[in-house]
């Protein structure tokens, strides 16, 4: 079966019944004039994050509501309105979701890419009718409830050294934890506890067509192949850890290289869409050390519905000839890839959500595992990102296409089409 409706709604369940130990209106009363943002925490596929902000005049308000978010759990239970109220409120969301054409053909893709996973489909409304709001309250708390679990990143302008500790020690460092243990556990040890998520791409080629209603008729088309490394980390050997994340690297300087081809062929030589955009999913991957990182990646753009035929077929014309060498990347290609990236990376590391989500992306990394310092991980990530710019080249970029994207693969294609019409 699917994942439970408690556990897919529980955040937003959550917000509706009031977290912090507030209603979600008084809460919202008790932040006016205050630039925070206390978001409740989102449950992914093996972890659970919280994303909070606030101006750095406020920072103590928002470590005051993390710490309340963690030893106010929400409650399980209310008036009889006010349960209704939340219920109508997920019953709304529900049927936004099945109205909106996008998020349609977004769920078709997903269950085409996954076939049909449980962990894609979405609760019923016959499901949220039923709901048992103390499930989901003690799903949501239970998420809350061990800060020796979380691992909080901050940055920004924030207070000196001295007063930041105060505040941390104050807020975070007083959360107790349930069942009094305080020691973390260790990284390896929770990966290896993960159950992984059994998702594999189609074994054969599928073709879907999406005929959905829509007011203005357009068509989106996605073209996705199976994705999955070659190197995988290991717990003994940091120099596995670097090889893939070179390896990652070298990917998403592919991803560029693909998109901007694409962008040239489809879009200024056919001159039938507006954009094409290429990237990689491995977010159902396992994080457990020492198995590949598998995934899919996509090409998407969007079109009119009568030639999404056409520009599949040329755009798996335009791979084999990346592949067989006819229009194979250039050394011009490469560079100017190369120094869009490093543009790119010198504005982002001026930006505040670059360096939270890099150095939590770091701490959960496989490297962390094989060596438990940030520090020495960033230096890792740093020094592998700068041998990956230097050393790619066209040769590297239409090997590893042909390693992650053979002539002899399988795709799976999903097109939306209007529905009610036959296209012209």
């Known amino acids: 079966g699917g994942i439970s409706c408690e556990a897919q709604v529980n955040q937003m369940c959550a917000m509706m019944l009031g977290i912090c130990g507030l209603p979600a209106e008084s809460l919202q009363e008790c932040l006016e004039g205050k630039r925070v943002d206390p978001s409740p925490p989102t449950m992914e596929a093996y972890t659970t994050s919280l994303d909070a902000s606030s101006s750095p005049a406020d920072f103590e308000v928002l470590l005051m509501l993390i710490a309340l978010l963690f030893v106010r759990p929400v409650p399980s239970s209310g008036s009889a309105g006010r349960l209704s109220l939340v219920k109508l409120g997920l019953l709304a ?45 003690q799903i949501f708390n239970q998420r809350a409830s061990q800060p020796r679990e979380w691992t909080f990143v901050v940055a920004g302008k924030l207070p000196k050294k ?25 990284d390896l040890t929770m990966r290896e506890a993960v159950t992984p998520l059994d998702v594999h791409f189609p074994q054969k080629n599928l073709w879907e067509d999406v005929h959905l209603r829509m007011v203005e008729p357009k068509g989106s ?18 120099e ?30 056919r001159g039938q869409v507006y954009s094409v955009a290429v990237g990689t999913d491995m977010g159902l991957s396992p994080p457990k050390m020492g198995m590949a990182r598998k995934g899919s990646l996509s090409v998407r753009f969007e079109c009119d519905p009568a030639e999404s035929d056409e520009l599949v077929a040329a755009t798996r014309e335009e791979l084999q000839r990346l592949r067989d060498g ?11 890839a190369v120094e869009q990236d490093r543009r790119e990376f010198e504005e982002l590391i001026h930006t505040n959500s670059w360096w939270a989500g890099t150095t939590l992306d770091l701490y959960f990394s496989r490297c962390f595992v094989a060596q438990p310092d940030v520090g020495s991980i960033m230096s890792l990530w740093w020094t592998a990102r700068k041998e990956t710019l230097g050393s790619f080249n066209e040769d590297l970029a239409q090997q590893l296409l042909i390693a992650i994207l053979p002539a002899t693969g399988h795709s799976v294609v999903v097109a939306m089409r209007p529905k009610g019409g036959k296209v012209q």
């Open 93 to 137: 969301w529900r049927l936004a979701e099945d109205r909106d054409p996008q998020s349609q053909f977004q769920r078709r893709v997903q269950s085409a890419v996954t076939g049909n996973h449980p962990y894609t489909w979405l609760p019923s409304l016959w499901r949220i009718l039923r709901l048992n709001f103390k499930t989901a309250a």
């Open 240 to 269: 596995k850890c670097a090889e893939e994340l070179r390896e990652i690297m070298q990917l998403q300087l592919l991803v560029r290289l693909l998109e901007t081809r694409l962008v040239e062929v489809l879009r200024f030589q």
């Open 162 to 186: 001295e007063k930041l500790m105060t505040l941390l020690e104050s807020y975070l460092g007083s959360i107790p934890n349930q069942g009094g243990e305080n020691e973390r556990v260790n």
């Open 326 to 336: 006819r229009a194979a990347f250039t050394k011009e290609n490469v560079s100017a």
């Open 221 to 238: 088309t996605v073209l996705s192949f199976p994705l999955q490394l070659s190197s995988s980390s290991s717990v003994s050997s940091l």
